[in-house]
Structures are given as structure tokens and as C-alpha cells.
């Protein structure tokens, strides 16, 4: 399913929520007083899995060209690995 509009689930940090199960991954881009990067937050049921538990990867692929994000454990979220680039807004299929 494609959702082009902003009609989907939003996590605790106002972030897009996937889910499968109980396993839930709030995925945003953090930009204040940074350039824009992903911050992954996961969970399980209604508690916070810790990052360092977490191994994740998110690859794009807008125009052909892959872009590839790893993530590090920081705080209670995943922080990825490298810029995003405009245009921020994503469609998920």
C-alpha cells in the first residue's frame, strides 16, 4: 500500500510508525540546529527496546541511485549515519 499523504500513524516523537506485531519503528528526521538526519526509535508493546539492541539499515533508492544509512546507538534512538537529502518527504510502499 502506498500512502503519498500524511494520513498514516504517528509515534511519540511525531515520526511515522511502522508496525508488525508488537514491534513497532518510529522513523524521523531530526534537523534542529543539525543537517537532516534519520533518528530511529524502536519498540516493543508500549516499552522503548535500548539502541544498542537494535541493528538497522535504511536504503533509498530515489532515481536509481541507492542510498545507504547505517545506525548508532545514541540516547534512546538509532542516529543515522548520514545526511538526508531533499526532498524529505518519503512515500512507503
Known sequence: MTQA?????????N????????????????????P????????KGDSLIAPADVEATVQLAPD?????FTFT????YLAGSGEVTEPHSLVWT
Open 73 to 76: 546507538p545514541k540516547n534512546d
Open 64 to 68: 536509481g541511485e541507492v542510498n545507504r
Open 15 to 34: 515520526g511515522r510508525l511502522l508496525r508488525d506485531g508488537d514491534f513497532a519503528l518510529e522513523v524521523t528526521i531530526y534537523e534542529t540546529n543539525a
Open 36 to 43: 537532516p538526519h534519520y533518528r530511529l526509535y524502536t519498540h
Open 5 to 13: 499523504t500524511e494520513d498514516y500513524e504517528r509515534g511519540p516523537n
